[in-house]
T-cell receptor, first 116, second 116 residues
Framework: AQKVTQAQTEISVVEKEDVTLDCVYETRDTTYYLFWYKQPPSGELVFLIR??????QNEISGRYSWNFQKSTSSFNFTITASQVVDSAVYFCALRSEETSGSRLTFGEGTQLTVNP | DAGVTQSPTHLIKTRGQQVTLRCSPISGHKSVSWYQQVLGQGPQFIFQ???????GRGNFPDRFSARQFPNYSSELNVNALLLGDSALYLC???????????????FGPGTRLTVL
């Protein structure tokens, strides 16, 4: 079975602080894909990153960085120098084609609030 | 280019009624997926269609049905509405259902359904 766990339900930080959102996943497949989406109050899920199971390189995009570690089944997301506009719910998602085709399995989300 | 569009934005129905939600994918995308997001939870997979054929179905009752048209737009139908069907219904499109980054799902703004 596929499962994604985001243990942090809510995080509150002050602007310019760094913040890390945790994601732990479970799958028996050897080939799988991991995603992060951002959901602002408007409701639309905004795609942030896609990572396949064969690529454990960390990735940096501006203030965003992702740390993928297969050994701990984790795919954590760090925002450096957070800004008020980063306030949103962030979802980690898993796709394992062997077991569940193209469907995405989402975690419960982490509500990030960045205070000025 | 326009993103995924959904209509209507909001909808209020009473128990027992039927509802149809509509989705237009990003131009060039041939796959459409539907997700249900109950308040405070992550999205749950309902259906995926590719080239007008159903490619996957989540754990939802037969009251839920969908179809995809030749222009790749899609409709989600829910019959005999229950209070528990109140949720944000998200549509996502992708170029294909697998292969490189072509399977990345891009989401629309959603339709918020309230069942009274």
């Amino acid at each position: 079975a596929q499962k994604v766990t985001q243990a942090q339900t809510e995080i509150s930080v002050v602007e310019k602080e760094d913040v890390t959102l945790d994601c732990v996943y479970e799958t028996r497949d050897t080939t799988y894909y991991l995603f992060w989406y951002k959901q602002p109050p408007s409701g639309e899920l905004v795609f942030l990153i896609r990572r396949n199971s064969f690529d454990e390189q960390n990735e940096i995009s501006g203030r965003y960085s992702w740390n993928f570690q297969k050994s701990t089944s984790s795919f954590n997301f760090t925002i450096t120098a957070s800004q008020v506009v980063d306030s949103a719910v962030y979802f980690c998602a898993l796709r394992s084609e062997e077991t569940s085709g193209s469907r995405l399995t989402f975690g419960e989300g982490t509500q990030l609030t960045v205070n000025p | 280019d326009a993103g995924v569009t959904q209509s209507p934005t909001h909808l209020i129905k009473t128990r027992g009624q039927q509802v149809t939600l509509r989705c237009s994918p990003i131009s060039g995308h041939k796959s459409v997926s539907w997700y249900q997001q109950v308040l405070g939870q992550g999205p749950q997979f309902i259906f995926q269609y590719y080239e007008k054929e159903e490619r996957g179905r989540g754990n939802f009752p037969d009251r839920f049905s969908a179809r995809q048209f030749p222009n790749y737009s899609s409709e989600l139908n829910v019959n005999a509405l229950l209070l528990g069907d109140s949720a944000l219904y998200l549509c996502a499109s992708s170029i294909r259902t697998s292969g490189s980054s072509s399977d990345t799902q891009y989401f629309g703004p959603g339709t918020r359904l309230t069942v009274l």
